[in-house]
């Protein structure tokens, strides 16, 4: 018997039933659908969180104070401790540091007042962390010298401030109450995984840690970043780092009162992090894949029921049970076929759709549909149709034609 | 050149089938029902004979038997020179299509296909993929269906299905055709045309005719009457 003509007769039979194939099919149709749905906004999320992390900057070490009871007297990061690790003799793998110190201040512009974040940052600040201006100039050494009182403000900051972004530099704010003259305004970052960071504002350090975020003692900063001379000297970096932290701070060995993560152990987390969930959201998709095979094996059942009487008749005619096998596995073959393909275009649509709504809501997110998801669902859709059809076609092959054909 | 052959048709010594000493014993729980009990028979090319008999006398246990549908549970059944009692499912499919041809009371045709597609089934399962359509063509118009070759069982009368059927039967040049009741479902004027159909049939190819019926009529146009009772072929 030849192919074309196998399938042109399970097409002819499916049409006969078309309700009861479309029901079976839209089984497999939400089963596929769903697996590549969930894989696409999984690779998604994937990518946005990772495009998120590298957009921070490249090749960048995070230290940050750690309180821990192991350590009996656990210092604060400071100032010498920056210099200390920005020291090349010290830690050649390092190139350069950029220490901050972090408040929550209120920002006024005549009768406008908002409550932001607010970092003391030093000159190359903007160099290691990938930052941009949409109109005005950065922080200078000198101005950090001085302890200037300027401001550089995040756009969505200047847009609450001020109703508009064009033509903010210059202007003057008043932070805590103290004057300070806007003399730059952010490109967008728009809101990644970590909040909004156009929502913000950066002063000099030294004015910062003097007049606006007081610390005790004076010389203690919140966070250091870090940035490596290049991507394979992270690792040496971070063992740099680690030890002049530990002698300066006199820490016992084996604990630290500070804590170091490179950009790469973030990213691995968020990939570890969002590929388990990946797997978990197909997995449970894959599960009403498997429910739709077993309505593909039910009806089939039902199919062979009823054309007992045909298959008694196919058998007398000459049909060896091979035949007959060949004709019930092409009909589950090709509903969970189409299934398949109607449901990876269903899949797009919600991954396309999930796609727009993250947009709206103001998180760009791509979800993907591979390629290799798509080959998959319709491999694996295609062997649910042939596995649950096996035992419905043994069983019309395996009936006596005598018993078939006197069957009504 | 030609003697040899219509030598044989004619010849009592060509038998297409032989049956010897069959019996079909079937388990219903613990009783044995013995459906045939001791069955022999001989029926040469060419002939055109009727099996009838009372409901439960064993005629459609023989006749399954001899279209090879079923096997017995003792005997030896050759037909067109092949020793049958010894085949598997698959081995007795294949000489189903190559050797019988089977005409129902109810006609059982595909009723989603056209008659060509019904026509065209055992050719399929013979194998033949080039040239198919065609010869269903010309079975079906040997049956004069020509015009309707395209029509669904649906759509034509019970006569023209049972010609459709007769079509199929032929479609592989069989040694014998088995009908069951050809004429059974049909009334009185369009079943003897198509036991005409039939007979001239047989005229024209040969092909031996074997008809199961309990229609006295119908078995007083064949040649030869195999009549059963209890499982035995009754001598009249």
């Not at chain 2, 010869?135 to 040997?142: C, F, K, N, S, V």
């Amino acid at each position: 018997m030849n192919f074309g003509q196998s399938i042109l007769e399970a097409l002819e039979s499916l049409n006969a039933n078309k309700l009861r194939s479309s029901l079976t099919m839209l089984g497999i149709v939400i089963g596929v659908g769903a697996v590549i749905a969930m894989l696409s906004i999984g690779a998604g999320a994937q990518s946005s969180i990772s495009g998120s992390i590298q957009g921070i900057g490249s090749n960048l070490i995070f230290v940050s104070s750690q309180r821990s009871d192991a350590v009996r007297n656990p210092k604060p990061l400071t100032i010498e401790d920056a210099q200390a690790i920005a020291d090349p003799l010290q830690a050649p793998s390092v190139a350069q540091v950029a220490p901050t110190i972090q408040g929550s201040l209120e920002i006024t512009f005549g009768r406008e007042s908002v409550t932001t974040s607010v970092s003391g940052i030093t000159a190359n600040y903007s160099q290691v962390n990938n930052e941009t201006l949409y109109q005005g100039d950065f922080i200078t050494v000198e101005q950090n010298y001085e302890r200037a009182s300027v401001v550089i403000l995040g756009p969505t900051t200047a847009e609450n401030l001020f109703g508009y972004i064009d033509g903010v530099v210059g202007q003057t704010v008043r932070l805590d109450g103290q004057p300070f003259r806007v003399i730059g305004v952010l490109n967008s970052k728009g809101g990644g995984s970590f909040g909004n960071q156009d929502d913000r504002a950066l002063v000099p350090f030294s004015t910062a840690q003097m007049r606006l975020i007081h610390r005790s003692p004076s010389n203690r900063l919140d966070s250091l970043t870090v940035q490596a001379v290049s991507a394979e000297s992270v690792i040496t970096a971070t063992d740099e780092i680690t030890q002049i932290l530990q002698t300066r701070h006199r820490t016992a060995v084996g604990a630290d009162d500070f804590s170091i993560f490179t950009q790469q152990s973030i990213l691995d987390i968020a990939n570890t992090i969002t590929g388990v969930l990946t797997v978990f959201l197909g997995g449970v998709a894959a599960i009403s894949l498997l429910v739709g095979g077993i309505g593909i094996m039910n009806i089939m059942l039902v199919s062979v029921t009823e054309r007992t009487r045909e298959i008694g008749l196919r058998k007398a005619l000459g049909g060896r049970k091979r035949d007959i096998i060949i004709q019930f596995l092409t009909e589950s073959s090709l509903l969970s076929l189409f299934g398949g393909l109607i449901g990876i275009f269903l899949g797009w649509l919600i991954s396309v759709i999930v796609g727009k709504i993250a947009v709206a809501s103001g998180t760009p997110f791509t979800p993907v549909v591979g390629l290799d998801s798509v080959l998959l669902a319709t491999l694996f859709s295609t062997a649910v149709g042939l596995f649950f059809g096996i035992y419905p076609a043994t069983r019309a092959a395996n009936l006596e034609p005598v018993e078939a054909l006197r069957s009504e | 050149m030609e003697a040899v052959p219509v030598a044989e048709e004619c010849s009592v010594d060509n038998p297409v089938i032989v049956a010897n000493n069959l019996a079909k014993i079937y388990k219903m729980g613990k009783v044995e029902v013995h459906a045939l009990v001791d069955v022999s028979l001989q029926i040469n090319r060419g002939e055109v004979i009727s099996i009838m008999g009372p409901s439960g006398s064993g005629k459609s246990t023989l006749m399954n038997i001899l279209g090879c549908l079923d096997l017995p549970s003792k005997g030896e059944y050759i037909l067109d020179g092949e020793p049958v009692s010894t085949l598997n499912d698959d081995q007795l499919a294949s000489i189903r299509n190559r050797k019988v041809g089977f005409v129902f009371q109810s006609f059982n045709l595909l009723t989603r296909s056209t008659a060509l597609t019904n026509v065209e089934l055992p050719l399929r399962y013979a194998g033949i993929s080039s040239g198919r359509k065609m010869i269903a063509q010309e079975a079906l118009e040997a049956v004069g269906l020509g015009p309707r070759i395209h029509h669904k069982p649906s759509e034509l009368s019970g006569g023209q299905q049972q010609r459709v059927a007769i079509a199929r039967a032929l479609v592989n040049k069989p040694a014998i055709l088995m009908a069951d009741e050809p004429t059974g479902n049909l009334d009185s004027k369009v079943g003897q045309e198509i036991m005409d159909l039939l007979l001239n049939l047989n005229k024209e190819s040969g092909t031996t005719l074997i008809i199961v019926t309990h229609d006295p009529e119908i078995a007083a146009q064949t040649q030869r009457v195999i009549k059963l009772r209890d499982g035995l072929v009754e001598i009249s």
